[in-house]
C-alpha cells in the first residue's frame, strides 16, 4: 500500500516489535500455566517434561492420562481458545475502523446469529456429529455476510451507517427466528443450544478444524494488517482518505469480509464468546497505540491470552463442572468495559 | 495339464492366504476378548470383557448401579448423584450437563454410562473421541426402565442381581395393574416447570408412569418429550388433578402440599382450574422424575394419592 500514512508518532519498528514480544512472552506463560491447571492439576515441571517428550517423539513415555489430558484435551483446547481470541480482536478493531464506531464487536452485524442459526438447524434434524456442526455454523455465518453487505450497500458503495443497521436489523431478526425454534424444540436439543449461545470451549475440535481455522485466521489478520495504514487514515473520514490516495471501497470491502470471515470461524469453533471483540482493541489502545499497525498484530496476541485465561477460568472456578467460557469473559469483560470507558472519560 | 496346472496355482494361492491368515485366525480369540455392544441410542460399543471401573452421567443410573450390588466397580458419579447416601462420597466428575472430560479421563474408567435424555451429544461424543467407551440408556417408557436396568446389568457383568431387581420391579408393576383395573382415570396435568409451563410429552417416561400409576396425562398425546404449553390450553382442558413433584419427607411432602394449595388458590389463572378450588393439587416424590428403581416406588405412591379407594 504505497499510501502517504499520517505519520503517528512514535511508532518504529522496534517497539512493535518490543510490544509484540512482550505480548507472545505472556500468552506463552498464560498457556503453560493453563496446561496445568485445570480439575486434575498437573505441576509445570511435568508439563514441560511431557512436552520435550512429545517434541521428542517417546509419547509412550508419558503416563497415558496425562498424554490424554495434555495432549488431546486441554492442549488443543487451549490452541482452539488462541484462534478464537484472535479472530474475535481482531474482527472487532477493523469492525470498529470501518464502521467508525467504538462500540463495534464482531457480532454488530448478526455474524454470530448466522451461525447459531446453522448450528441449531443442525441440531434439530439431529446431527451433532463433527463436520455438520461448524459446517453448518459456517455456511450460516456465511450467508448472514452476504445478506448484510448486500443490504448495507448504497449505490454499489458499502456505506457505514447503513452497514450498521442492516446488520443490526438481521441480528435481531434471526435471533428471533432463533427463540422461535427453540421454543418449539424438545428438552435435549435445547440443551444444546444454549452452550452454542453462550459461548463454550469444551467440546474438542478436530485437528483438520484447528489447521484450517489456522490458516485462514493468519491469512485474514494479513490481509487487515496489510491496509492497517489505511485504516488509520479511514478513521479521519471517508472523504479525507480518498483526497490522501486511499482506494476506500475496496479497503472496506476486503476488511468486511476478512472480519467477518474471522467473525464466522470463531463462532462455528465455539459459538458466540461476547465481549473480547469489544475490550481488547480498547485495552490495546489504552495500553499501546491507537495506531492500526500496532493495534492489529497487538489484539491478536491480547485476545489469545484473554480466552485463554478466561477458559482456565471456566475449567476451574467450579471444577470439576465447567462454566460455559463466554459466561466468564460477560461476567468479568462487562465491569472491565464500564471501568475503561469511565477511566477514559476522566482523563 | 493345463487344468491341473491351474488347479495347482489356486492350491498355491491358498496356501499363502491361509499362511498369512494363520497367526491372525490364531490371535482371534484373544481379540475377540472385547465385546461388541449396541447401546440404546441404536450405537455400536467396544466392551472389554470384564468392567473394573465405571463411572455414572446421570443420578438414576447411579441408582441402577448401587441396586445391582456394583457400587465398589463406580469410580465417579455427577455433582447430582444424591442417592443413595454413600454415593455423594464418590469422586465427582462434574454436572449432568458439563462434566469435565480430564477429570473422567484421569478415573481411568473402562466405561461410561450415560443417558440420552440428560447428558448432552457433546459430551458422548468428546468421551469416545478420547477413547472411552459410552453406553448410553435411553428409557422412554416404564418398561424402557426395566430394560435399561437389564442392559446396564449386562455390560456390568451382574445379570443375575439385574435379572432379580428388574422381575422383582415387573412383579409389582403388574400389582399395581391389577389393583387399578377397574378404576376410571382421572385426568392430571403433571407440572414439570410452573413459569412458563412444562410438562412431559409423549416420548417421556414420565407419561407411562403416570399412566401405570391411574392417571391420563392431559399432555401425553404432546409430541416434544417436554412441551412447554399455555396456561389457556391447560386451563380448557380442566384437569381433575394438579401434580407437583417435590424431595422431602413424607411431612415435608404434607407440608409442601398446602403451601401449593394455598398459593395457587390466589395465583392468577392458576386460580381458575377446577382442581385448585376443589383442593385437589397433589405432591409426589420427586422420584417420578428417575427412570430408577424409585421411580416404582413414586408411581406405587401416586396411585395411592389418586386412587385411595383401591388400597
Redesign the interface.
Known amino acids: 500500500m504505497a499510501t502517504p500514512t499520517v505519520n503517528l508518532p512514535g511508532l518504529t519498528r522496534r517497539r512493535l516489535l518490543v510490544i509484540c514480544g512482550i505480548l507472545a512472552g505472556t500468552l506463552a506463560v498464560t498457556s503453560l500455566v493453563s496446561l496445568s491447571l485445570?480439575?486434575?492439576s498437573i505441576p509445570v515441571w511435568q508439563v514441560l517434561t511431557a512436552m520435550i517428550k512429545w517434541v521428542m517423539g517417546a509419547q509412550d513415555s508419558i503416563p497415558s492420562?496425562y498424554r490424554?489430558?495434555l495432549f488431546?484435551?486441554?492442549g488443543p483446547r487451549i490452541v482452539l481458545g488462541m484462534l478464537v481470541g484472535a479472530a474475535l480482536a481482531v474482527a472487532g478493531a477493523s469492525f470498529q475502523a470501518l464502521l467508525r464506531n467504538p462500540l463495534a464487536d464482531p457480532y454488530v452485524l448478526g455474524v454470530s446469529s448466522g451461525a447459531a442459526l446453522g448450528a441449531i438447524v443442525i441440531l434439530i434434524i439431529g446431527r451433532?456429529?463433527?463436520p455438520f456442526l461448524p459446517l453448518a455454523a459456517f455456511l450460516g455465518a456465511g450467508a448472514t455476510i452476504a445478506v448484510v453487505y448486500w443490504l448495507g450497500q448504497k449505490a454499489g458503495q458499502l456505506e457505514s451507517n447503513t452497514l450498521l443497521l442492516a446488520g443490526v436489523i438481521t441480528a435481531s431478526f434471526l435471533s428471533a427466528v432463533i427463540m422461535f425454534l427453540m421454543?418449539?424444540?424438545?428438552?435435549?436439543e435445547l440443551?444444546?443450544a444454549a452452550?452454542w449461545l453462550m459461548g463454550d470451549l469444551?467440546?474438542?475440535s478436530p485437528l483438520w478444524l484447528l489447521w484450517l481455522f489456522g490458516v485462514l485466521l493468519v491469512g485474514a489478520v494479513g490481509f487487515v494488517y496489510g491496509v492497517a495504514a489505511d485504516l488509520n487514515v479511514l478513521l479521519a473520514g471517508e472523504r479525507e482518505a480518498t483526497h490522501l490516495g486511499v482506494d476506500v471501497a475496496r479497503t472496506k470491502t476486503l476488511v468486511y469480509l476478512c472480519a467477518s470471515l474471522m467473525t464466522g470461524l470463531a463462532v462455528s469453533a465455539s459459538g458466540s464468546i461476547g465481549y473480547v471483540g469489544l475490550l481488547v482493541p480498547h485495552l490495546v489502545r489504552l495500553l499501546f497505540s491507537s495506531d492500526y499497525r500496532v493495534l492489529i498484530p497487538s489484539s491478536a496476541l491480547l485476545g489469545a491470552m484473554l480466552i485463554v485465561l478466561a477458559d482456565t477460568l471456566a475449567?476451574t472456578v467450579v471444577?470439576?463442572?465447567?462454566?460455559?467460557v463466554g459466561a466468564v469473559t460477560a461476567i468479568a469483560g462487562a465491569p472491565l468495559f464500564i471501568y475503561l470507558l469511565r477511566k477514559r472519560s476522566m482523563g | 495339464m493345463r487344468e491341473n496346472f491351474r488347479t495347482s496355482l489356486w492350491l498355491a494361492l491358498a496356501l499363502v492366504l491361509a499362511l498369512k491368515a494363520g497367526p491372525e485366525l490364531l490371535a482371534g480369540p484373544v481379540a475377540l476378548a472385547a465385546r461388541q455392544v449396541t447401546d440404546e441410542a441404536g450405537r455400536s460399543v467396544r466392551l472389554p470383557e470384564r468392567i473394573e471401573r465405571v463411572i455414572s452421567l446421570a443420578p438414576n443410573l447411579t441408582e441402577i448401579i448401587y441396586a445391582l450390588g456394583a457400587e465398589n466397580r463406580l469410580v465417579g458419579v455427577t455433582?447430582y448423584c444424591d442417592f443413595p447416601e454413600a454415593a455423594r462420597a464418590k469422586p465427582?466428575?462434574?454436572?449432568v450437563?458439563?462434566?469435565?472430560?480430564?477429570?473422567i479421563?484421569?478415573l481411568?474408567p473402562d466405561l461410561v454410562l450415560a443417558t440420552?435424555?440428560g447428558n448432552?451429544?457433546?459430551s458422548v461424543?468428546?468421551l469416545e473421541?478420547?477413547?472411552v467407551p459410552v453406553y448410553a440408556t435411553n428409557p422412554r417408557s416404564v418398561d424402557d426402565v426395566l430394560a435399561s436396568i437389564l442392559h446396564v446389568g449386562d455390560v456390568l457383568g451382574e445379570e443375575q442381581a439385574a435379572l432379580r431387581l428388574a422381575s422383582d420391579l415387573r412383579h409389582r408393576l403388574d400389582a399395581l395393574g391389577r389393583r387399578l383395573a377397574d378404576v376410571s382415570l382421572p385426568r392430571v396435568l403433571f407440572v414439570v416447570w410452573e413459569e412458563p409451563l412444562i410438562s412431559a410429552?409423549r416420548?417421556s417416561f414420565l407419561t407411562d408412569a403416570i399412566a401405570r400409576a391411574g392417571g391420563q396425562s392431559i399432555t401425553a398425546t404432546f409430541?416434544?418429550?417436554?412441551?412447554?404449553l399455555s396456561l389457556e390450553a391447560a386451563l380448557e382442558e380442566q384437569p381433575d388433578f394438579l401434580i407437583f413433584a417435590y424431595h422431602g419427607s413424607p411431612a415435608e411432602k404434607a407440608a409442601e402440599r398446602s403451601l401449593r394449595q394455598a398459593q395457587l388458590k390466589h395465583k392468577p389463572g392458576w386460580r381458575e382450574f377446577r382442581a385448585v378450588r376443589q383442593g385437589k393439587v397433589i405432591v409426589v416424590s420427586d422420584t417420578i422424575n428417575r427412570p430408577s428403581p424409585r421411580l416404582f416406588d413414586a408411581m406405587e405412591e401416586l396411585a395411592r394419592t389418586l386412587h385411595p379407594e383401591v388400597f
Not at chain 1, 471444577?319 to 460455559?324: Q, S, V, W
Not at chain 2, 465427582?92 to 454436572?95: D, I
Not at chain 2, 450437563?97 to 477429570?103: R, Y
Open positions: 485445570g480439575a486434575v492420562e490424554l489430558i488431546e484435551i486441554r451433532p456429529a463433527e421454543t418449539t424444540l424438545s428438552g435435549r440443551r444444546g452452550f469444551s467440546t474438542p475449567r471444577a470439576p463442572t465447567e462454566l460455559p | 455433582d465427582r466428575v462434574g454436572s450437563l458439563s462434566p469435565s472430560a480430564e477429570q479421563v484421569a481411568k440420552v435424555a448432552r451429544a457433546e461424543a468428546t473421541r478420547l477413547g410429552g416420548e409430541s416434544a418429550a417436554w412441551p412447554r
